[in-house]
Structures are given as C-alpha cells and as structure tokens.
C-alpha cells in the first residue's frame, strides 16, 4: 500500500492497527490469516497514532517506498501487488523507480464511469507510456446501481465510460464492476467480501476479471512468480 | 555579573525562581531553561527559515476544498458551492489538482487563456465565476509527471499570476491527500477557512480526520465537514440506499470539534451536471443536492 497520506488497505483487509515486526533479514509482512497467503505492507501499520496524518515531502516519500520493496522479507510471492494513491506524483515516480531492475507485469487501471473519472484515468494512460508500463486493462467499477427494492438499475456514476476508454487507448477492457454497498460494508469491517458475497453480482464480476487477467497473460503472471524477486 | 557551569535541573530552578525575586537577569545557553524573551527569539529565527504567507492579488478571502480521500466528490462539491456563492458574492475556483484537474470540465471552459498587458493570465469565466486550472495550459491526454516542488511551483503561479481582480472568495479545489501539497498552500498563503469533504465511508473519514488534523496543526481555520454521497433514493420506487453508509460526518465532527456544514444526497442528476458542464445548482436548482448545496453557501 504505497498510498502514504491515505492508508486505506489495513482496514479493508481485517488487518487495522496490527503492527510490524522485525527480524535480522528484515520486516515481516502483515499476515490476513494463518495460512500466511495474503501478506500487506502499509504505512498504516507504522503510525503511532492511526489519525495522525502523514505530510511528508517527496525524499522521504520515495525513502519510505523503497523501504517497502526492498526492507520487507515477502517470501515467495507469484504476485505483489501495488496500490498507488491517485495521481502521477512522488510515490509513482518511487516506485517506477524502485522497480527499474525487476520485471513489472503491468499495469491495472480503476476507473469509474464519468467523464471527469474517465479524464483523470487517461492521464495515468499517459504515464504507463511514458515509463514502458504495460498497460494489462482497464476496471469500470461503481459501474451501475441495482436497487434492492424494485431492482431498477441507474447509472448513477453514468455507464459504458471505462470501456469507452479502453476501446480509444486499445487496451484491454477487463470489466465492469456494479455499485454493491456490501462490498463497501465488507471494506469498513475488513470482510472477505468475496467469501462472504460470493453469489452477489460484484462477486462474481470481479472473480471474472481476476480470471480474464490471468489467463489473457497467458499464465504468465503465475509462471513468473519464480523471478519476481523483489530484494 | 557572574558566569557559572550548572550541571543540573535544580541549579537552573533555583536560579531562575532567585532572578524573579531578585531582578537579577539570567541567561542560559540551555533552551529548556531559557526565559520567555529568549524563547521568542529563537522561535523568530526559526520562522525565517518558514514560507511567509503571502495574499493573493485580487482575491479578499481563500477557501480551501479538501478531502484526504480520492473520489469523494471534492471538485464536484467545490464547483457546485463556488457557483451557490457567486449568487451572493463574487467568486473564483482556482484548480489545484494538477494531475487531475476537473475543473474545465465541470464549469465546461477550455482554451488557453490570455495574457494582460503585465504578463497576468485572464482567468476564463463561465456561469459569472472566474476560474483558472492547468486542465487550459495541458492536453487532455497529456501527464503531468512532477515532483512536489514543480506541483507547488505551478499552484503558486496560477494563484499569484492570474488576473483575479474583484474576487470575494476565491475557492481552491486542491488535490487528493494530506500530502505535502496541501502543506504548502496552508503555509504560503492567507487561508480563511478550509471546508473537508468525505463519503460516510470509514477509509474515507479516516482520511478526512488526518486532513482536519493537518489543518489545524498549521493553524488554518477548519469551517466545517460536507458529507458527500449520503443516501440514494430510486427514482423508481423511492427507497432510500445508503449505499456508502451513513452519518460517518457527524461522528468525525464530534471527535475533532468541527461542524457538519451539510449532507449532499447520491444523486445522478450531480454527476451529468459534473460531466456535461452543467452544474445541477443551476441546471435543477430545486432538486435535493441543489437546495442541499445552497444550504451549506448559505
């Protein structure tokens, strides 16, 4: 979680307030469960105070980020994965930086479905250019609102703008994503939403683009995970 | 007059508590046990090193519009009150976002603006406010690629070298973050207040709550909290969703001692308002995040 002034991951993840700990090769992931599958790295474990905000200019920034990738001892990891603030500043030249000698499968870019979302979304596009990012596709999320009651949808955040986007950069369109307020509940209360709503539309969307972005690279997200070696 | 070494706590007491019955002065190399006069030495020295807050030409009062979360609606919420106001003052929307700028959008302005004859860029005008963002001096698709010092350095000139002339409340849509941005405004400019924007999310208010800590860290007013995305009313069968939870603003506004300025309903006449450079304050002035906008200007 390189979104250092709004650390959301902990929370979403279960995993708010735990702390880091040392050993001699370094720092130990966070860990979501026993089975030590999920581990998380975030500033959010770091602050003595979780409220207290972090102002922090770009050196100390780019230091804090590069702590992230090289100081914590992620084991065998098939994928890491990089949640960036919003934005093409200091934490994404970091990591674009910290990350010039290991091979990044690409990028994935959120986007809701408004034409001011949309025009922010193809800056990023920009950026992946600019620094040789490839560019795996693009996610339309809060795409469309079923009502619980009457199961009329609307568009509240409009509709098609994502996809739209893709279709005019040529990269791939991964998927939409509809509004699911228990998936915003499941993020307060650091639930597996796609455990716990597995039959929910949301669910199954998302299983469906996690799967599209595995196999489009032709496994070879999976077969790298031999080389990804982030020390 | 005598110089002595004191090597401990109680010297120092002892000696300070002699001087006020005695009218002795005292000086001591220690900051810790320095008197009052010499501490406020020190600290005006220090604040040399500190930016000094400037005005910016033209404008009476700065507003800033923050939200500490991305996507929470900031700039949609600083246009829609900006345009509220300008009914009863002059207004003017200065776009900080620099990798995100909305603005031209949503106040449906573009081109690149002229220059006066002193070398002031003429802040393009719609809908009677004047506004100034990077979205006129950059392409749609290009990036904005910098590091903070080049982001700052661009906020301060389209603030101190636009044309504002006349402008009541200038209100400034900064970008998303307590980042070092925001730290800078509230450093290098006369701020009269900053508003926070949030959704009733928790990881929103979180975020929310470090911006309002930043705030008053460097002593910049905090007006008060706009919670943004309340319920969702169907326009089929009128049930209300709270999709994104509810009064997250209201518990945030007790435990920082600020207010609740207003709730603005989810509602999607807002964002084909936003995207269409339509405002919904004027395009559908009675509808529920109208009159919920209006509120909150008044």
Redesign the interface.
């Known amino acids: 979680d390189i979104d250092l002034?709004?650390p959301?991951i902990p929370?979403?993840l279960g995993v708010h307030g735990r702390e880091v700990h040392q050993h001699d090769a370094g720092w130990l992931p966070v860990y979501t469960d026993n089975s030590q599958t999920l581990g998380v790295m975030s500033i959010g474990f770091l602050l003595g105070n979780?409220?207290?905000?972090?102002?922090?200019?770009?050196p100390k920034k780019t230091a804090m980020i590069r702590q992230f990738l090289s100081d914590v001892t992620w084991g065998e990891l098939d994928v890491l994965v990089i949640d960036t603030?919003?934005?093409?500043?200091?934490e994404?030249?970091a990591v674009m930086e910290a990350l010039k000698d290991v091979k990044v499968d690409g990028a994935v870019l959120v986007t809701?479905p408004?034409?001011?979302?949309v025009?922010?979304v193809?800056?990023?596009?920009?950026?992946c250019k600019?620094t040789k990012l490839k560019v795996l596709g693009i996610i339309e999320n809060m795409s469309g609102?079923v009502?619980?009651?009457?199961t009329?949808c609307?568009?509240?955040?409009?509709a098609g703008g994502g996809k739209s986007l893709a279709e005019h950069a040529k990269v791939p369109f991964l998927g939409s994503v509809p509004?699911e307020?228990n998936l915003?509940?499941a993020?307060?209360t650091g639930q597996d939403f796609a455990s716990s709503f597995a039959t929910s539309e949301a669910a199954i969307r998302f299983k469906s683009i996690f799967e599209n972005l595995l196999l489009d690279n032709n496994g070879t997200v999976a077969e790298n995970s031999g080389d990804m070696d982030t020390t | 007059f005598g110089l002595c070494n004191l090597k401990n706590v109680g010297s120092h007491r002892f000696l300070q508590k002699l001087s006020e019955q005695k009218g002795i002065y005292w000086f001591s190399s220690s900051s810790y046990f320095a008197s009052d006069k010499l501490k406020e030495r020190q600290e005006e020295l220090m604040k040399r090193g500190l930016p000094k807050r400037k005005p910016i030409p033209g404008v009476k009062h700065v507003l800033l519009v923050s939200s500490g979360k991305g996507g929470v609606g900031k700039s949609t919420t600083a246009v829609n009150l900006a345009l509220a106001l300008s009914k009863h003052k002059s207004v003017g929307i200065l776009d900080a976002d620099i990798f995100g700028p909305s603005i031209p959008t949503m106040m449906n302005i573009s081109g690149n603006p002229e220059l006066t004859p002193d070398n002031k860029m003429i802040p393009p005008t719609n809908f009677g406010v004047k506004c100034m963002s990077i979205g006129f001096l950059v392409d749609p698709d290009q990036a904005v690629v910098w590091r903070g010092p080049m982001v700052m350095g661009a906020i301060t000139k389209l603030l101190m070298e636009t044309d504002w002339k006349g402008v009541d409340i200038l209100m400034v849509d900064t970008p998303p973050g307590t980042g070092d941005i925001l730290l800078s405004l509230a450093q290098t400019v006369h701020v009269s207040g900053a508003i926070v924007v949030t959704t009733p999310q928790k990881v929103a208010l979180a975020d929310a709550s470090k911006g309002i800590d930043m705030f008053k860290k460097v002593g910049v007013n905090v007006l008060g909290i706009v919670e943004n995305m309340d319920g969702f009313v169907c326009a089929n069968c009128g049930h209300i969703t709270h999709i994104f939870g509810r009064d997250g603003a209201r518990t945030l506004a007790e435990k920082s001692e600020t207010k609740v300025l207003g709730g603005i309903a989810l509602d999607p006449t807002v964002m084909v308002g936003a995207d269409s450079g339509k405002p919904v304050v004027l395009t559908h002035p009675q509808s529920t995040p109208a009159i919920q906008y209006a509120q909150i200007a008044k």
């Open positions: 002034c709004g959301s929370r979403m979780q409220d207290d905000p972090v102002v922090w200019r770009g603030p919003p934005g093409t500043s200091d994404h030249i809701t408004q034409a001011v979302a025009g922010d193809r800056r990023e596009l920009t950026f600019k609102f009502c619980p009651h009457c009329e609307t568009n509240i955040f409009s509004i307020p915003a509940l993020a307060e």
